[in-house]
């Protein structure tokens, strides 16, 4: 059956329709943090069966008190909101997998500092940027090579006689 010829108005509509939030990616080493921003919240956002109002951070679906425990950690995840001065000003949900806690950690600053630059180029960027917030760390684990002995600098043991 052949397919109907859109006009040129169905088209734009389409292309004019943007999503309510800002998408961003933070990685670090092998975590991976999906972090959606969004400046203004709706009544019905909702993350699994938390309900997500302004001023909220939930992580893969609980708030982030639970999922990164601790005053230090704490500090570190607020410290893009506090030095743009948006605290408890937008609701952000974040997706993280792969890694461990500190990797994850360093991914959703990482996100959600380029998310807050996203939303405004011309004020946030230029502060999140000397604050050393956008520089993606590259550091990875070192691959292990063949003929050592299970990790990636371990010398095979030789025979001693």
Same mark, same amino acid.
């Given at each position: ?80 909101? =506090? #030095?743009?001065?948006? %605290? /408890? !000003? ?5 997706? $993280?997998?792969?890694? @461990? ?12 500092? =380029? #998310?807050?630059?996203? %939303? /405004? !180029? ?5 502060? $999140?940027?000397?604050? @050393? ?29």
């Amino acid at each position: 059956m052949p397919r109907k010829k859109q006009s040129e108005n169905e088209i734009k509509e389409k292309k004019e329709v943007k999503p309510d939030y800002i998408h961003a990616v933070g990685r670090r080493k092998e975590a991976i943090a999906r972090v959606r921003l969004y400046p203004s919240v709706k009544a019905s956002l909702s993350w699994g069966d938390l309900s997500v109002k302004k001023g909220d951070l939930v992580v893969n679906g609980m708030p982030v008190e639970n999922y990164f425990s601790g005053e230090v950690s704490k500090t570190q995840y607020e410290e893009p909101f =506090r #030095a743009t001065d948006t %605290l /408890d !000003k937008f609701a952000v949900t974040v997706r $993280l997998e792969g890694g @461990g806690l500190r990797g994850q950690l360093d991914a959703l600053i990482l996100g959600v500092s =380029r #998310a807050l630059s996203r %939303l /405004d !180029k011309d004020k946030f960027r230029p502060i $999140l940027k000397k604050k @050393g917030f956008l520089k993606s760390d590259a550091r990875v684990r070192e691959r292990r090579k063949i003929g050592t002995g299970g990790k990636a600098r371990r010398k095979k043991q030789s025979p001693k006689r």
